[in-house]
């Protein structure tokens, strides 16, 4: 496969996780209103694999900017360093964390996902529009070269952009899920009884 068809590849898989996102977004209102629609269930399921989905997303997106960096042999900019930094650790910690169905993970993952959507922002409007000198760029790496360019609007960072809007979306959906909090948190539907008889068990009237 030549790197034209991988970049237009990887550019398609961007745009999906933009679709993914957004159809997650609107599965999750309609379960609001309505829990026991269809569209209920679908979110449920939906929230039942979202640590798999994310890491699926994180490990692609991985495998990718290594492909474009080693094989292709586009040089990465400082602004793609910072994106590999709070992109690479995902994959291996939503790894584990789906192996372990921990779903408490989304506090941790949250944090550098929102991060590297920061970088990515700033750089994909930096490749749109490649007049500007940004902090980051050198005549060696600069941060306005685009490798990739598919449908007139779709660049690396887009790509990162989207991996890591899909990444939050789904952190944001496993937190909805608060059965596994509640099974850890006391209970507060202790009555008065309960605690008198507690108290005469102990001997104290």
């Known amino acids: 496969m030549t790197t034209d068809a991988m970049s237009e590849f990887f550019a398609i898989l961007s745009l999906l996780a933009w679709a993914g996102t957004i159809v997650v977004i609107v599965l999750a ?6 829990p ?9 399921d939906i929230r039942a694999n979202a640590l798999w989905f994310a890491f699926g997303v994180a490990l692609v997106t ?12 586009f040089v990465p900019c400082v602004l793609c360093w910072y ?3 709070c992109m690479y650790p995902l994959s291996v910690v939503l790894f584990i964390a789906a192996l372990r169905r921990d779903r408490s993970i989304w506090i ?3 944090t550098p996902a929102i991060v590297g959507t920061g970088f990515a922002i700033y750089h994909t409007q930096l490749q749109a529009f490649p007049d500007q000198h940004g902090p980051f760029c050198k005549l060696t790496e600069p941060c306005t070269i685009r490798y990739v360019w598919e449908f007139g609007f ?3 960072p887009f790509m990162a952009l989207a991996a890591f809007t899909f990444i939050i979306t789904m ?13 850890l948190e006391p209970s507060d539907d202790a009555s008065p009884d309960d605690d008198e008889l507690a108290l005469s068990a102990r001997g104290v009237s």
Not at 29 to 34: L, T
Not at 171 to 177: E, G, L, Q, T
Request: charged share 25%; net charge negative.
């Open 108 to 110: 941790y993952v949250l």
């Open 154 to 156: 779709v660049s690396i």
């Open 62 to 73: 991985t495998l990718g900017s290594l492909y474009l960096s080693e094989v292709a042999h």
């Open 36 to 44: 026991e629609s269809s569209a209920g269930y679908l979110f449920e």
């Open 171 to 183: 952190m944001m959906v496993v937190r909805s899920d608060r059965s596994s909090e509640d099974e």
């Open 29 to 34: 209102v309609m379960y609001r209103r309505n």
């Open 83 to 85: 994106q590999r930094i």
